[in-house]
């Protein structure tokens, strides 16, 4: 069985940074995609960024592209999100999430939500200016 465990969120004030983490367990990873999504308060939840976890190759929201960096440590299973000048607009709950991007699957868009199979329960993140 697939677990998504996130941890890392909090309170910053803007300009600061946070690292999230997920601990992913339950399989192997392979011929996967796994990745983070944000959803604030009132609004729809959006994609942030993904990575396949068989060679890296990563996929960001326009919103966070060259702000934030996405990677993974193989070994550890786990999946981090660097989040640095940080922003009131990031706050949200963060979530971790994984899905199958395997033969077929590796086509499509990973960025759509309602592909994944996986969810973590989140982590808050809260900027203050």
């Known amino acids: 069985q697939v677990q998504l465990v996130e941890s890392g969120g909090g309170l910053v004030q803007a300009g600061g940074s946070l690292r999230l983490s997920c601990a992913a367990s339950?399989?192997?990873?392979?011929?996967?995609?796994l990745g983070w999504f944000r959803q604030a308060p009132g609004k729809e939840r959006e994609f942030v960024a993904a990575?396949?976890?068989?060679?890296?190759?990563?996929y960001y929201a326009d919103s966070v592209k060259g702000r934030f960096t996405i990677s993974r440590d193989n070994a550890k299973n786990t999946l981090y999100l660097q989040m640095p000048s940080l922003k009131p607009e990031d706050t949200a709950v963060y979530y971790c999430?994984?899905?199958?991007?395997?033969?077929?699957?590796?086509?499509?868009?990973?960025?759509?939500?309602?592909?994944?199979?996986?969810w973590g329960q989140g982590t808050q993140v809260t900027v203050f200016s």
């Open positions: 990575i396949r976890w068989s060679g890296g190759s990563t």
């Open positions: 999430a994984a899905r199958d991007y395997s033969g077929s699957y590796s086509y499509t868009d990973p960025s759509l939500g309602y592909q994944y199979g996986y």
């Open positions: 339950g399989r192997t990873f392979s011929g996967y995609v």
